[in-house]
């Protein structure tokens, strides 16, 4: 396995700017957040904490309250905003990996390329939606672990295979941004199409593709523990603070680590997953047999096959695939 951790890394370090613009987001909604939920807790236990069982209820009630209704914001956000700059920045990593130079004012550059290839957000959820709708389809009958192994697996290594079969479920919400990127590249004035050929390129190189996402995503898995374990003495520290004020600090504790999480580390998996996506592709071409191995294994892959055909204007599609990509998660 050819891994492209060096080439990506590269490319990541080219992009700071759309990297820290994420990243920057993430901070400034992370603090609004964090004065938020501060504000609501402390509502709570202001007017609600001295009523005993009842009190703890209804002050436990408002902060759930308070984190629904900010993740729902975010997520509206997220889904009509973010994901055009996240995008963005795909168009400006398939642009440097295709054509080995940085663009000039690169976030505009972004931006535009969104703007001019998907039309709309609209346009832009609706393929990305059957995109991954396909590729967990697809990922959850070519790539079982179990199947791949042609020896009984022993009952101790059980807990083994399901923390990889879910890593490959999550490292999945990563590679429609390998497509949208290959849609960058290829320019194909009928998007269904062109995602179509990105799918069946995808189809050729799973294998590579997806076993470094996997390795990335276990890597992450190590990243977390070990923030985690950073986070220890911070515990001691806020063990000190009154209860109200241990609560806020625990969240602003929480909103640091998830903003350093999805500003920083997401969009250099991003990078690498693209990057390799990009490289491993370049000397593979789409094929009527690829085609008919992923309808036998997506059925969404035959509803965007029927869509290329049809040539349909994404900016009115609306993706019924029922289940979203990458970009949901509340601190992304």
């Excluded at 590679?175 to 949208?180: E, F, G, S, T, Y």
């Excluded at 990458?326 to 601190?331: F, K, L, S, V």
């Amino acid at each position: 396995m050819v891994l492209h951790f060096r080439e990506a890394t590269s490319v990541y370090r080219q992009t700071m700017p759309y990297v820290l613009l994420q990243f920057g987001i993430g901070v400034a909604f992370a603090l609004i957040g964090v004065v938020y939920l501060s504000l609501i807790t402390w509502l709570g236990i202001t007017f609600f904490m001295g009523g005993g069982g009842l009190g703890l209820l209804i002050v436990a009630g408002v902060m759930l309250f308070g984190l629904a209704s900010f993740a729902y914001v975010w997520r509206l956000i997220q889904q009509h905003f973010l994901y055009m700059v996240k995008t963005g920045h795909i168009a400006v990593i398939a642009h440097i990996v295709d054509k080995g130079e940085v663009p000039d004012n690169q976030i505009k550059y972004g931006m535009k390329q969104v703007g001019d290839y998907f039309v709309s957000a609209t346009g832009l959820w609706a393929v990305s939606m059957l995109v991954d709708a396909v590729i967990k389809q697809f990922n959850n009958s070519v790539a079982r672990v179990e199947a791949m192994i042609p020896l009984p697996i022993p009952q101790q290594l059980q807990t083994l295979i399901t923390i990889v079969q879910k890593s490959i479920v999550l490292a999945a919400r990563y590679l429609d941004n390998a497509i949208l990127a290959y849609m960058f590249v290829d320019r194909n004035e009928n998007r269904w199409r062109s995602a179509r050929d990105g799918l069946v390129l995808y189809g050729k190189t799973w294998k590579m593709v997806l076993g470094s996402t996997l390795l990335i995503v276990l890597g992450m898995y190590v990243l977390s523990f070990v923030l985690l374990s950073m986070l220890a003495p911070v515990a001691v520290a806020i063990d000190f603070l009154p209860g109200s004020l241990q609560i806020i600090s625990w969240v602003f504790v929480a909103g640091m680590v998830a903003v350093v999480h999805t500003g920083v580390v997401k969009p250099w998996v991003k990078t690498v997953v693209v990057t390799t996506f990009l490289i491993e592709q370049r000397d593979e071409t789409p094929d009527s047999e690829t085609m008919a191995w992923l309808e036998e294994n997506s059925e969404k892959f035959s509803e965007l096959m029927a869509k290329a055909e049809n040539d349909e204007p994404i900016s009115e599609e609306q993706s019924d695939a029922g289940h979203t990509p990458e970009t949901p998660d509340p601190a992304d």
